[in-house]
């Protein structure tokens, strides 16, 4: 199961935890092969033979990649930065012996049409729990003190003050 030029010894347990561990790691292809090395030994294990179909699962859900021709990119890139503007025309084939030269779009240097992305919005800090929990218990307190102030008289010098001056 390993890349060493001298097979090493291990247990059957040893080797479903390197398979498991390539599965952790998404090294498809190795645990495929460590599934089958066991399974040629062990063919009734059903424990591998599932690792066996997850790794073969993983194989088949890793995205491919594609690559693009050049040619479509560049097209792409010329629509993209000038829409208006039709592609240059793609150059006719030279002699074998020299190399073919680079579409028209490729050689100019494409200018930035789009403006500067905005600066962030920047984000106000949260409150912690604590201070929002500090704030409403300061709140309930003086709305307590302010009805027991008007409960028992103590805002009447307040208020007399306030109507002398009124009128």
């Not at 059903?46 to 995205?63: D, H, N, S, T, Y």
């Not at 629509?79 to 073919?100: F, G, I, L």
């Not at 729990?129 to 218990?137: G, L, P």
């Amino acid at each position: 199961m390993d890349d060493n030029s001298t097979p090493e010894v291990v247990t059957e347990d040893q080797a479903i935890e390197k398979v498991k561990a390539w599965i952790a790691q998404m090294n498809w292809e190795k645990a495929q092969e460590g599934c089958k090395e066991i399974l040629e030994i062990d063919p009734s294990n059903a424990a591998v033979a599932a690792l066996l179909a997850q790794a073969e699962k993983g194989i088949a859900e890793r995205p491919t990649e594609a690559v693009a021709p050049v040619d479509t990119v560049v097209k792409a890139a010329a629509e993209v930065v000038a829409p208006s503007e039709k592609p240059a025309a793609a150059p006719q084939p030279q002699a074998q012996t020299a190399a073919p030269a680079p579409p028209a779009s490729v050689a100019q240097p494409i200018a930035p049409t789009a403006s500067p992305a905005p600066a962030p919005t920047p984000v106000p800090a949260r409150k912690s729990k604590s201070t929002v929990m500090i704030a409403a218990i300061v709140g309930f307190l003086v709305v307590v003190l302010l009805i027991l102030a008007l409960v028992f008289g103590w805002l009447n010098p307040v208020f007399d003050w306030i109507f002398g001056l009124i009128g």
